[in-house]
C-alpha cells in the first residue's frame, strides 16, 4: 500500500472510527493533523521584532477534541 493510499478517508475507515474503533480514529486524526496545526498558528514578534508563529496549545486541543466529537457523532445515512 502506498503512502498516499493509506493517506485516504474511506468510507469503511469512517465507519469503523464512528463504531469506537480506535485505530480507525486515530487515522482521521493523523489525516487532520497538519490542518489542525495551521489553523491552531498564532503570530508574534521576537525581541528583535521579527514576526514568527507559534502553535497556540488551547487553540490546539480544542480542535483536535472537536474532530473528536464530530467522529463520535456523526450519522451515516
Same mark, same amino acid.
Given at each position: ?15 469503523? !472510527? ?7 480514529? $486515530?487515522?482521521?486524526?493523523?489525516? *487532520?493533523?497538519? *490542518? ?7 503570530? &508574534? *514578534?521576537?525581541?528583535?521584532? $521579527?514576526? @514568527? ?8 486541543? @480544542? ?5 473528536? $466529537?464530530?467522529?463520535?457523532? &456523526?450519522?451515516? !445515512?
Amino acid at each position: 500500500m502506498t503512502q498516499e493510499k493509506s493517506r485516504e478517508l474511506t468510507y469503511d475507515l469512517i465507519c469503523k !472510527a464512528i463504531n469506537g474503533d480506535e485505530v480507525a480514529t $486515530e487515522k482521521i486524526m493523523n489525516y *487532520y493533523e497538519p *490542518y489542525i496545526i495551521t489553523l491552531s498558528k498564532i503570530p &508574534f *514578534y521576537s525581541g528583535a521584532g $521579527e514576526l @514568527h508563529y507559534k502553535i497556540d496549545e488551547d487553540i490546539y486541543m @480544542h480542535l483536535k477534541l472537536t474532530l473528536q $466529537e464530530a467522529i463520535l457523532t &456523526f450519522k451515516i !445515512a
